[in-house]
């Protein structure tokens, strides 16, 4: 009963955090619109200065983008949900949060550099932990639930098989994980532009290897029966 009760207070917590965190972006946006002028930074180079300029409207896209997700995860909050998913999204959510205000500010003011907050090592740090947690989360999701949920590594091998499936989400994890970890070393010795690459390649280079391995599984899958 006890720890019923605690869970039910958690996710209480969670809902209350999910719902403050997927409003801040868009309440922050809608502070500071009235004062912009029509046309604004809305894209910056990789030396961190602004390469395109656009409607002051284009601020609310972001904030809706947040909005909807955190839609998304209170939703499937009332449903049955695989062990992590929930701390997966509250990172999410985190990210677009710790970035939001760098990219207000360098709006309000453009003689500002957006790299003089070390906004690309932000990035890489925050995204490399959310794929530490989605590493973590991606094992755990059963061969039942991914008829549930559009979630886990959803080749077509792996969807061919349960035994596909489990080895595929289980390399996923671990291949995830380490390009998190990659992540977060390179946003400590690294500058911001090669801490970004560094963590784009180390993505680009996991999600081939898991889709190779799939193949790999089912080849061996197929040998065995």
């Known amino acids: 009963m006890l720890e019923q009760e605690k869970k039910e207070k958690n996710l209480k917590l969670w809902r209350i955090a999910v719902t403050v965190l997927m409003l801040l972006p868009m309440a922050e946006m809608l502070f500071v619109l009235p004062g912009l002028p029509d046309i604004i930074p809305v894209h910056w180079g990789v030396d961190g200065s602004p390469d395109r300029y656009g409607s002051r409207w284009e601020l609310l896209l972001p904030g809706a983008i947040v909005l909807f997700l955190g839609i998304l995860?209170?939703?499937?909050?009332?449903?049955?949900?695989?062990?992590?998913?929930?701390?997966?999204?509250?990172?999410?959510?985190?990210?677009?949060?710790?970035?939001?205000?760098?990219?207000?500010?360098?709006?309000?003011?453009?003689?500002?550099?957006?790299?003089?907050?070390?906004?690309?090592?932000?990035?890489?740090?925050?995204?490399?932990?959310?794929?530490?947690?989605?590493?973590?989360?991606?094992p755990k999701i059963s061969w039942e639930y991914r008829l549930q949920r559009k979630h886990g590594f959803r080749t077509r091998y792996a969807l061919s098989d349960e035994t596909v499936w489990?080895?595929?989400?289980?390399?996923?994890?671990?291949?995830?994980?380490?390009?998190?970890?990659v992540g977060i070393a390179a946003a400590f010795v690294l500058s911001d532009l090669v801490c970004v690459l560094v963590m784009a390649a180390a993505i680009l280079l996991s999600s081939l290897l898991i889709y190779w391995y799939s193949w790999v599984a089912w080849k061996q899958v197929k040998g065995e029966n």
């Open 166 to 181: 489990s080895r595929t989400q289980r390399f996923g994890g671990y291949a995830y994980m380490i390009s998190g970890v």
């Open 73 to 138: 995860l209170l939703r499937d909050s009332f449903s049955r949900q695989p062990k992590g998913m929930r701390t997966g999204g509250l990172l999410t959510l985190v990210v677009f949060n710790v970035i939001q205000p760098v990219v207000l500010y360098v709006t309000v003011r453009p003689e500002s550099d957006i790299m003089e907050f070390y906004f690309g090592k932000i990035v890489c740090g925050l995204i490399s932990l959310l794929l530490i947690v989605a590493g973590n989360y991606m």
